[in-house]
């Protein structure tokens, strides 16, 4: 599915919370096609690594591009990208005050300007796909938590990005609803889309990440294929990390 | 208690003057409230200097100085308020368009007043709006204008409204101030020219004051505990 040609580029990202060191000279590269997924102790510096790429965390020091172009200052420009780079929260952040499709449809009419009912057959489209179009006219407080999630990521397909991002997408989700989310994401990444992926699940590290990125104290400590790194992880920090999660 | 058959037309005329402001400065303080709150949570820096520095002054200052200000300061930089003679308005708000200026003065200070309390109610509603909704809506690439306009304002009024309200009655009470500065014929001013001039009895003549504020304020205060009321239920 990769092509190797990168599309998302970190070059010695630094950023600080206070005194903090929440990234520390971070360089990292995904190219497109490429699933990469974060992985890490809270408090490692993930989901801000995550939140960089579309400039939701400005950062203080180092370059990041997107498809060649370094990211751009507040303004038009960043809008123009952000709606390039498509984003899934841990919290899914759907406009409360609109029905499902509703949200789905903002961002495609308001942003790229298409007409009412191309936006709305192609969301409809996306909803059926994440399998909930029967609830296209529901508010999202009345949709289950995987059921909002999988309306978030139909909203965020709507932009038709380049890239998606996923911060934490299944833990703010009850147990039995975080394998329909993963199902979505999976099938997603078959597809070829590029994808950044911080999360918990191993499953979904092992079986659908090219690459898996390990982070700790705000460092990018090793970056590996899957299978490399989860059979034979090099440092200590990810052995100690690993050994916690698996052994229950 | 007579007077308040025998001279129920200047209690009512005084009514009239005092609604006539209040519903002028109420839309005057909405509209450059709202003006102020976008340019406080605007990301530019400049803009959100200007909103605040607006905020700090207006709030924190007696509204009899700003009335001082405006009542000595503008003529004294020829202006007569004359931008406030907007055609059509003054045909039914009459004493916008008259020479004597004094209500346009009363007029432009309980607006600049006003709005900076608007100005922070607004801001509290949209304080309200969890910040994963504008976040999602930049994710989106929604700009600033449009994450206000489909995405936080239509969530932020319901918080907004009952502090907005009251704002609006503290409104209607500050414009008893007008009398003082050149204002003929508010409701308050009625008190003055009915004891002073005319000799009534003070109680009386204020307990008729009062019940014309209470007309105006009452039912302001129904609507606002109606509307808490709906939000609670729909909570």
Known sequence: ?248 | MSVLIDKFDVFAGGFWLTLQICVLAAIGALILGAVVAVLRISPVPPLRALGTGYVNVFRNMPLTVVMFFAAFGLPALGSNADFLRIPGLDAIFTRLGTDLPYFRFALVALVLYTAAFVCEALRSGVNAVPAGQAEAARSLGLTFGQNLRYVVLPQSWKASVVPLGSVIIAMIKNSALIGFFGVVGDLSATADQLTSAEGYAFVPVAIGISIGYLIMTVPLGALLDRIEKRQAVAR
Not at chain 1, 42 to 70: A, H, V, W, Y
């Open chain 1, 1 to 248: 599915m990769t092509t190797g040609e990168p599309l998302i580029v970190l070059d010695s990202v630094n950023k600080w919370f206070g005194p903090l060191h929440v990234l520390d000279d971070v360089s990292l590269s995904v190219g497109k096609g490429e699933v990469v997924v974060v992985i890490g102790p809270s408090g490692s510096g993930k989901s801000t690594l995550c939140r960089t790429i579309n400039r939701l965390e400005p950062i203080n020091s180092g370059t990041i591009t997107f498809d060649g172009q370094p990211l751009p200052a507040e303004g038009k420009a960043l809008a123009k990208l952000r709606s390039e780079v498509g984003m899934v929260f841990q919290s899914f952040n759907l406009f409360a005050h609109k029905t499902i499709l509703d949200n789905v449809t903002l961002g495609p009419i308001k942003v790229r300007k298409e007409k009412p009912a191309a936006a709305r057959e192609r969301a409809l489209a996306l909803l059926d796909r994440v399998g909930i179009a029967n609830q296209a006219d529901k508010f999202p407080a009345q949709l289950s938590g995987g059921q909002q999630q999988r309306a978030a990521i139909a909203r965020a397909l709507a932009m038709q990005p380049k890239a998606m991002l996923f911060d934490e997408p299944t833990s703010a989700l009850d147990p039995e609803m975080v394998g329909e989310v993963l199902e979505v994401m999976t099938s997603l990444a078959r597809d070829g889309m590029t994808m950044v992926v911080v999360t918990h699940e191993m499953g979904f590290a092992r079986h659908a990440a090219n690459r898996v990125i390990f982070m700790a104290d705000g460092q990018l400590v090793e970056d590996a294929p899957p299978a490399e790194f989860f059979g034979n992880p090099r440092s200590e920090r990810a052995k100690d990390f690993l050994s916690k999660i698996l052994t229950h």
